[in-house]
């Protein structure tokens, strides 16, 4: 076999083990990648704020895909809307606080873990800027 011919084995085998390693690569991070909750539902639980004790609520959430949307309704009066998005058991969202005369708009993340919620909130209403908002609720 001569230097070139030999040359040119040596690359076609290289190109086929590296497009090999690559697929497989592919293949593993496909395999290990998360794939997002179904948070599709009714949620029962309390939140609280720097503003705000304990107080109890109920989101109703719809999914497609990976986009959320739904309404919450809490004890205290306050209602309103909600919008996110989920990544593997993380939920981005954003909450529109319709309760007359005290409109609002609130922004936090939340993690999913089996049927239960827990979440952290910024915002402001009439009441002021709420802080360390946080709460925990379970699908019913």
């Known amino acids: 076999m001569g230097q070139s ?3 040119l084995t040596c690359i076609i085998l290289s190109v086929l083990i590296l497009g090999a390693l690559e697929c497989s690569k592919s293949d593993d991070q496909a395999s290990t990648s998360p794939s997002a909750v179904n948070v599709s539902g009714t ?8 503003l705000v004790s304990s107080t109890q609520v109920t989101f109703v959430i719809t999914q497609s895909a990976s986009t959320v949307s739904g309404t919450y309704n809490a004890v205290n009066g306050a209602v309103g809307t909600v919008g996110g998005t989920v990544s593997g058991n ?3 969202f954003q ?3 319709t ?5 609002g ?10 049927i239960t919620m827990t979440f952290t909130f910024t915002g402001s209403d ?5 802080t360390n908002g946080q709460g925990t609720v379970t699908k019913q």
């Open 126 to 130: 009439c009441l002021g800027t709420h």
């Open 5 to 7: 011919t030999l040359y």
């Open 43 to 50: 949620w029962k639980g309390t939140y609280s704020s720097s």
């Open 90 to 92: 993380s939920i981005i």
């Open 99 to 103: 309760t007359s005369g005290c409109t």
């Open 105 to 114: 708009t609130f922004n936090g993340t939340a993690t999913v873990t089996g």
């Open 95 to 97: 909450l529109g606080q």
